[in-house]
C-alpha cells in the first residue's frame, strides 16, 4: 500500500510540475535560427534618433530603434549606418547579435538635385506639361 501511495505521489508531481513531451522537439526560446534570415538595409536618421529598415524572416519590411523589443524577444541596442545590434535574451547563445548592411550606396544617385537641369524629374507636379493620361499623351 505504501509503494502505490508513493508511486501515486510522484506521478502526480510530475503531472503538476509540467513534464514536458519526450517525443516533441525542445522550444526554441532563442529563435536563434531566425537570427539569419533578417536582412538589414540601411539607416535613416530623424534628427539625431537613428532608425534602422531591416526585412524579417516573413519577408516584411519594419522600422526599428534602438531599445525597441522585437516580437520575439530580441532588443536593438546599437544602429549605425553600417550595422545593427541586438541583444538576445540571457540564457540564450550568442548573447549579442550583429546585422550588417546589404546593398550598396549610390551617392551619386541620392546627391542628384532635382532642380537642376542634370535633375531626373524636371517637371513639376501641376504644369501644363506634367498632365498627361496613361497614353502618354
Known sequence: MTVERWLLICVSVLMLTGMRNPFLPPENR???????????????????RPIGIVQD???????VKPNDVL????????????NITLDTERNCEPPRWQWQRQGAV???MDSV????????DN???GDETAKRDAGGR
Do not use: P
Request: with cysteine; aromatic share 8%.
Open 30 to 48: 532563442c529563435q536563434i535560427a531566425e537570427l539569419s534570415t533578417w536582412r538589414f538595409q540601411g539607416m535613416v536618421s530623424q534628427g539625431t
Open 57 to 63: 524572416s516573413q519577408k516584411k519590411w519594419r522600422r
Open 71 to 82: 516580437k520575439n524577444g530580441w532588443t536593438i541596442t546599437q544602429i549605425t549606418a553600417q
Open 106 to 108: 549610390n551617392e551619386a
Open 113 to 120: 538635385d532635382s532642380n537642376s537641369a542634370g535633375g531626373r
Open 123 to 125: 517637371e513639376r507636379t
